[in-house]
């Protein structure tokens, strides 16, 4: 079965360095999402992306985040300058689409970023 | 705005029997209302959607408008159900997903 992988699946950078998570989506899967989970708190939307566009992003999402989906597979989110708070888990999902206006968004492992 | 309120961050059962994971939310409009599981080591993978209406590893969910829930159930608990469960919705005419803070549910021989 086709699965969303995300890479790497630890990254520990110094606070202010740029880093940038990779996912790989679903082959045929048009949407694509970011989310965050912080240690002990909700599962959190950051951005959803269709047609290589943003299609909706949250107030977590501010200037220093940016996504793109650079050679037509990958889909990276970037953090431009790291803070302590940023240190969570970010998972990519993607969505596909089924009969009678229902959907499920399929999640990949996550990404457990460190910010020192 | 959106909210999804799991009450309980722990519950743990015997095997064999009834559970109940809470799940009340608030939105004004018609959301769609999904359970998601994760496991040990395992991603976050969907569970049951409110629109299927249907059993899932012997798990059902209904959705109540007037209480505003969509409470798990299932009658008989077994080992392997021990997992976070995340309640979700989605509305507006958008696809995101907004996430309860998730209850683990244990299990016990």
């Known amino acids: 079965e086709p699965e969303v992988t995300q890479t790497p699946s630890h990254q520990v950078t110094q606070m202010g360095q740029e880093v940038i998570l990779r996912c790989v989506p679903i082959s045929n899967h048009l949407y694509f999402y970011w989310y965050r989970q912080i240690l002990g708190q909700k599962v959190e939307f950051l951005v959803s992306f269709y047609n290589n566009e943003i299609s909706e992003k949250s107030e977590i999402f501010d200037d220093q985040f940016s996504v793109e989906r650079p050679d037509g597979s990958n889909f990276t989110l970037k953090i431009r300058s790291t803070k302590l708070e940023d240190s969570a888990m970010y998972f990519c999902a993607t969505l596909e689409p089924l009969a009678g206006y229902s959907y499920e968004q399929y999640f990949g492992p996550g990404t457990r970023l460190t910010v020192t | 705005a959106q909210r999804v309120t799991q009450p309980e961050k722990l519950l743990s059962v015997f095997k064999g029997a009834p559970v109940e994971l809470k799940c009340n939310y608030s939105?004004?409009?018609?959301?769609?209302l999904f359970w998601y599981v994760q496991y040990s080591r395992q991603r976050l993978q969907l569970l049951l959607r409110h629109i299927s209406r249907e059993s899932i590893k012997g798990f059902t969910a209904d959705l109540n408008k007037g209480e505003t829930s969509f409470h798990l159930k299932k009658p008989f608990a077994q080992e392997e159900d021990s997992a976070m469960y995340y309640c979700?919705?989605?509305?507006?005419?958008?696809?995101?997903?907004?996430f309860g803070k998730g209850t683990k549910l244990t299990v016990n021989p």
């Open positions: 939105y004004s409009g018609s959301p769609e």
């Open positions: 979700a919705l989605s509305a507006g005419g958008s696809e995101k997903l907004v």
